[in-house]
Every structure is written in structure tokens, then in C-alpha cells.
């Protein structure tokens, strides 16, 4: 039976009664409005503790102010049904002054220098920010023996790795495939902002990042160009992007040029009317 659970007393009643029984947790964050990719992360909490849990929480403090916060879709019971059918044990959708209990404007924030500031984080200042102090709280609150996180948010895995790396935090992480509708859009929750003609076009971005992919399997290695080429492929598609580019996948750094076996990770953000969509792959392909 899947537990809702408001509150952060409750949360840490029944993750007492867990801790005495010695069953680890695989924990789930989500901003909710659940869809296929989220539920493979589910699936995966599921083979790798015996209690899985899943937050819903539209986080205040990684939205600028003119994005998406405030229509930012809220499916709390289509959501919960969805989790009951993967037998979720509890979902924690706690209110905004159960996490930030001094309020949002006084809230204690955590940075994550050098990643916090490139590819999303140069066109969202504060995101990251934002991002890395909900997760830290949320890890905080369901002491889980492993977190899981889908990798189409890639800059956002590479630093909530960081963090758990450097604040030394006792928990595990893991990252699931992004998962794609059959015409190689990935699954977001903000594709239903799309337009009819707008959804048709939007795989062009996915089309972009494997063009890069391509021109690296045939031995190219001028990263700027190709860069610049997916950019300009992104513009005549009617897009308006904010980055192509291609970094080492451990820390995303620019290509340094170095010889030895390098994996990279090709990424682009790119608007498409008012939707700010994001992608990435990885190269060499697995």
C-alpha cells in the first residue's frame, strides 16, 4: 500500500519504524507530473532496496523569475495513482514551509561552484543553486541508502554527484537512460506545453545532438564547428538555442585535446516557442 505523506513528523515516524526493521530505501525526487520516464526510475528503486520512496515537490528556489513556477503542472492524484500501481511505499509531497520552514526568502542555499554556473546554469542563474539545496534536504529528510535520477537532466546528475562527493553524504547514486518517445523526443513533463506543429518539430534538437555524434564516430574532432553546426541546424528549425556543446562526460569540462580514451557528452538546450527544452548523449555510444 503506497503511504501519502505531508508532513516531515510522519516522514520520520515510519522511516524510524524502517531504520529498526534494517530496510534501506531507494528514493525517487520528482517535481511530479509523472510520465513513463519517471516511472522507469521507480522501476529501478524497486530492484535496489526493499522500500522505495518518491517525492513530489515543485521546488520554488531553482525557478527564475520568468519561468514556469506558478503553471508548472500539478497531478497529485493521477501521480499518486500511477505509484500505487508500481507499489511505491511512500510519497512524500510535503508543502513549501515543510522544506524551507524559514521561508523561501530566508532559506540557507548551497552552491556548487564551476557547475552551477555553465551550459543551463550561464542562462538560469540561481538554478542550480536552487536544485543542489532541495535535493540536500530532501536527502536529509529520507536518509535513503540510494538516490535516482534520470540522465536527461545530465548537468544536474553531474552535481548532485558533486555534492554528495564533497559533503561526504552516506548515500549512493544512480542514473537511469533517458527515455524517449519513438521519434527520439525525450520524455518531459514540459512537452505538453508544445504545440501540435511545435511537438513535430521539437525531435529536431535529439536529431542535432546525434549529428554531432556522428561526425565524432567519423573522426572529427574540431568541437567548435560541430557545435556551431548543430547550433545553426537548431535555428533553421525554428529554434532559438542557448548551447550546443560537447564536454567530458566525468566533469564536464571543455575538451582539452588530450590523447586516450575519452567519454563525452554531447548537450543542448534550445527554446522552441515559450518551451526551454533540454537534451544530451552520450559518445562513444554504449
Known amino acids: 500500500m503506497t503511504e501519502l505523506v505531508r508532513q516531515r513528523d510522519q516522514l520520520e515516524r515510519i522511516r524510524a519504524l524502517w531504520r529498526r526493521a534494517e530496510e534501506p530505501v531507494a528514493f525517487v525526487p520528482t517535481m511530479g507530473n509523472l510520465h513513463a520516464g519517471h516511472?522507469?526510475?521507480?522501476?529501478?528503486?524497486?530492484?535496489?532496496?526493499?522500500?522505495?520512496?518518491?517525492?513530489?515537490?515543485?521546488?520554488?528556489?531553482?525557478?527564475?523569475?520568468?519561468?514556469?513556477?506558478?503553471?508548472?503542472?500539478?497531478?497529485?492524484?493521477?501521480?499518486?495513482?500511477?505509484?500505487?500501481a508500481l507499489e511505491?511505499?511512500?510519497?512524500?509531497?510535503?508543502?513549501?514551509?515543510?522544506?524551507?520552514?524559514?521561508?523561501?526568502?530566508?532559506?540557507?542555499?548551497?552552491?556548487?561552484?564551476?557547475?552551477?554556473?555553465?551550459?543551463?546554469?550561464?542562462?538560469?542563474?540561481?538554478?542550480?543553486a536552487g536544485v543542489a539545496s532541495?535535493?540536500?534536504?530532501?536527502?536529509?529528510?529520507?536518509?535513503?541508502?540510494?538516490?535516482?535520477f534520470g540522465e536527461k537532466d545530465f548537468q544536474q546528475c553531474a552535481l548532485i554527484?558533486?555534492?554528495?562527493?564533497?559533503?561526504?553524504?552516506?548515500?549512493?547514486?544512480?542514473?537511469?537512460?533517458?527515455?524517449?518517445?519513438?521519434?527520439?523526443?525525450?520524455?518531459?513533463?514540459?512537452?505538453?506545453y508544445l504545440s501540435v506543429e511545435e511537438r513535430i518539430r521539437a525531435p529536431v534538437l535529439y536529431q542535432s545532438l546525434q549529428a554531432v555524434?556522428?561526425?565524432?564516430?567519423?573522426g572529427r574532432r574540431d568541437f567548435p564547428v560541430l557545435e556551431r553546426k548543430a547550433v545553426m541546424q537548431l535555428e533553421q528549425a525554428?529554434?532559438?538555442?542557448?548551447?550546443?556543446?560537447?564536454?567530458?562526460?566525468?566533469?564536464?569540462?571543455?575538451?582539452?585535446?588530450?590523447?586516450?580514451p575519452v567519454r563525452y557528452r554531447i548537450l543542448g538546450a534550445a527554446r522552441l516557442g515559450a518551451t526551454r527544452l533540454i537534451d544530451n548523449i552520450g559518445w562513444p555510444a554504449v
Open 39 to 84: 516511472y522507469r526510475l521507480v522501476e529501478r528503486a524497486r530492484a535496489l532496496a526493499p522500500r522505495v520512496v518518491v517525492s513530489i515537490f515543485v521546488n520554488p528556489t531553482q525557478f527564475g523569475a520568468n519561468e514556469d513556477y506558478l503553471r508548472y503542472p500539478r497531478t497529485l492524484e493521477a501521480d499518486l495513482q500511477g505509484l500505487r
Open 88 to 128: 511505491v511505499d511512500l510519497v512524500y509531497a510535503p508543502k513549501v514551509t515543510d522544506l524551507y520552514p524559514l521561508g523561501v526568502d530566508q532559506a540557507v542555499r548551497v552552491e556548487v561552484p564551476g557547475l552551477s554556473e555553465i551550459l543551463c546554469g550561464a542562462s538560469r542563474p540561481g538554478h542550480f
Open 134 to 148: 532541495v535535493v540536500l534536504r530532501l536527502l536529509f529528510a529520507i536518509e535513503p541508502a540510494v538516490a535516482i
Open 161 to 192: 554527484r558533486r555534492l554528495v562527493v564533497d559533503l561526504n553524504l552516506p548515500v549512493a547514486l544512480e542514473r537511469v537512460p533517458t527515455v524517449r518517445d519513438p521519434d527520439g523526443l525525450a520524455l518531459s513533463s514540459r512537452n505538453q
Open 213 to 218: 555524434a556522428e561526425a565524432l564516430d567519423q
Open 238 to 260: 525554428g529554434f532559438v538555442p542557448d548551447y550546443v556543446a560537447i564536454r567530458t562526460e566525468e566533469t564536464l569540462a571543455e575538451p582539452d585535446g588530450r590523447l586516450g
